[in-house]
């Protein structure tokens, strides 16, 4: 049967036809590149990167109760790395670990689970004992855990160099101590702050003069955001994410 | 054409003519189709077709910049063999001990099905079981107990402190629990599998329980990417 318009307009209709079917393929491959360009420049969803396994230990914290990292499974962990004979630096990073806390039991948690963990790198001078009044010093132990809890961790130092030197990749140097009570210590220590998420992936580094709470907490509140939302469909979303932005 | 010919064809009814349509109303129309149409794809690529997805499904994926750390320890083969040795292939490495008498054995089974699962393409797969019981688990020990498992497996073990050093960079955790059991004392330890990829770099980490055919089709997404 032809068609009664004629040849012409057959041809006419299957030209537009073909057409119509070329616009579709080209549109559905620019609507596809300038989604993932569009993902990748406005960053819809921000990931913290899984940048390496935090490392495993047993310790005991400052009331003499043991604590593995296995204890910090499902907590979002902050470490940090001191001592009790630490000059003002050290304090002052103490003190801004005290400033999160606060700020993390202000915040609305949800589901999650925080900690804040300090390994001493000085663990033949921090006793127990020791640990605890350091601990007291920045408001540890007098009120209680609370739902942060904070673990100020010793071990014995060949495990201590393993897991903060080979595990968390923070340099510290310890030479024996002198006489002297007027003398510096001579420990150096460089200052580093650690986010461990609750499958024991380190997430976040910062050095000494990037760890800023409000920093932190927005990072903090990305990763909150990743453990909540990453389930089902989403899931592509947060790992499209990781797959774009955070592969070096 | 005579001019009575073309005033014709100007008066032919607009319901003959092919509908024009605006540029605007073309986008309006072809936008929900280019959507569902990527949608559709994206949906039946994640389900059916591992070669086009995003990444693993199963394991935990790394994004680690530094290889994962290199150690040389004594194998149950009786030569010493070290992680780099394996490099152009994938290794999965494992914590574990002889006596262990249920974590250990599941996870060791689960594997030797992957590798099952995998065929041919096993054959650039390693299983490396390190001794986190260096006290009781000599290569002798080591060999006969993997060799029920599955003989492409490698046990190695090293000193206590080599170990300790090791298995704290890999994330784990292990400790002596004395027990009353007839097995002596046991190990507490974590229990996960990390996949090292052909570059060296720690690429996933899988919890204990992770299925055979989730780790085939995780090895097989890194084989292939």
Known sequence: MTDPAGPDHARERHGQSRLKWTNLFYGFTLAAISAVLAFTYFQPITVLPRIHLAPGFSLTNQSGEKRTSEDYRGTVTVYTFSFSRCGESGVEAMTRMQKLRQRLRETDKGKMKFALVTLTVDPAHDTEAVLREFADRFGVGTEGEGDVRWDFLRGDPARTKYIIGGGFGVYFTHEAETDSAEEDLKITLEQRFVVVDGWGIIRAVYRGDTFEVDRVMRDLRWLMSETKNSKGVASLAYEAAHLFRCYP | ?225
């Open chain 2, 1 to 225: 054409m005579t001019n009575t010919e073309s005033l014709s064809a100007s008066k032919t009814p607009a319901a003959v003519l092919p509908m024009s349509r605006s540029p605007a109303k073309r986008l309006l129309i072809l936008l929900p189709v280019v959507v569902i149409l990527l949608g559709g794809v994206f949906w039946i690529a994640y389900h059916f077709g591992s070669g086009m997805r995003f990444g693993p499904k199963y394991g935990m994926v790394l994004q680690s910049p530094e290889p994962a750390m290199d150690f040389r320890l004594p194998s149950h083969l009786g030569q010493e063999i070290a992680l780099s040795d394996f490099r152009g292939e994938i290794v999965l490495l494992y914590f574990g001990y002889t006596v262990c008498p249920d974590v250990c054995p599941t996870t060791l089974a689960e594997v030797h099905k992957a590798l099952d699962l995998l065929g041919k393409e096993a054959d650039e797969v390693n299983c490396i079981m390190i001794s986190v019981d260096p006290e009781r688990d000599t290569p002798e020990v080591l060999a006969e107990y993997l060799g029920h498992f599955d003989s492409r497996f490698i046990g190695l073990v090293g000193s206590p402190e080599k170990t300790l050093e090791i298995a704290t960079n890999y994330g784990i955790h292990y400790e002596r629990q004395e027990s009353d059991s007839a097995l002596g004392y046991l190990m507490d330890h974590t229990a996960t599998l990390t996949l090292i990829d052909r570059e060296g770099h720690a690429r996933l980490v899988f919890p204990y329980g992770t299925k055979a055919e989730e780790l085939a089709e995780d090895i097989r997404y890194v084989l292939h990417h």
